[in-house]
């Protein structure tokens, strides 16, 4: 059985560029959450897919966005990156649609820098 | 809106000994309550989680306590040991499922 993966495991981006994470969740999960973790804080919830539809999204602008594909791997976007946009980005998977409800299983991140 | 804290925000303490790190929440209406590690710059790893009928949850080492009335849950580390250091984070659920958590309590365990 193959965990939750991220791709890539680091990024450096410039302000303004656009930007693009991957995860593959645990297989037979078909609900993926996204989170933001700035360094030295709690993860922070941006949003949720469950069948290919957002289902819950966090305090975070339209420039954050997702896709969710019929295999269950997700993607998410950052437009027009800010510095405050550095963080950890961290993905989890469940097997049922009630995300917070469940065990949540964690990819290893990725860490975008902002510059 | 639920509200989670995790107090202190670091512990140092030497090998062999107990010790409980604490989370409180805001809303006592918590469907569960979760405990995780998140080792240096890696995403986390589920410990427990306690339902909000139970009020433990106990996995080797690991005993977490749930207590709603007081919005508080504690994570018991018995005999701890130098590869028991990381980050340990606790988070629950909000009324729409996002799960909400606390900014960790970064523990080390000096040999």
């Known amino acids: 059985e193959t965990g939750v993966t991220q791709s890539p495991t680091h990024l450096i981006k410039t302000r303004g560029q656009q930007v693009t994470l991957r995860c593959s969740s645990q297989s037979g999960h078909n609900t993926v959450s996204w989170y933001q973790q700035a360094l030295g804080q709690g993860p922070q919830f941006i949003f949720q897919?469950?069948?290919?539809?957002?289902?819950g999204r966090g305090n975070f602008p339209p420039r954050f966005s997702g896709l969710q594909f019929p295999n269950y791997s997700s993607e998410l976007n950052v437009n027009a990156l800010e510095l405050d946009d550095s963080a950890l980005y961290l993905c989890?998977?469940?097997?049922?649609?009630?995300?917070?409800?469940?065990?949540?299983?964690f990819g290893p991140g990725t860490r975008l820098l902002v510059l | 809106k639920q509200e989670v804290t995790q107090i202190p925000a670091a512990l140092s303490v030497p090998e062999g000994e107990n010790l409980v790190l604490n989370c409180s929440f805001t809303?006592?209406?918590?469907?569960?309550l979760q405990w995780f590690r998140q080792d240096p710059g890696k995403g986390l790893t589920s410990l427990l989680l306690?339902?909000?009928?139970?009020r433990e949850q106990t996995s080797g080492r690991l005993n977490a306590s749930l207590d709603k009335s007081s919005g508080r849950s504690t994570l018991y580390i018995a005999a701890s040991q130098p590869g028991d250091s990381a980050t340990y984070l606790c988070?629950?659920?909000?009324?729409?499922?996002?799960?909400?958590f606390g900014s960790g309590t970064r523990l080390l365990v000096r040999p």
């Open positions: 809303d006592s209406a918590i469907y569960n």
């Open positions: 988070a629950a659920p909000d009324s729409s499922y996002k799960l909400i």
């Open positions: 306690i339902q909000s009928s139970q």
């Open positions: 989890a998977s469940t097997p049922g649609g009630t995300g917070g409800l469940e065990t949540q299983y």
């Open positions: 897919y469950y069948r290919e539809e957002e289902n």
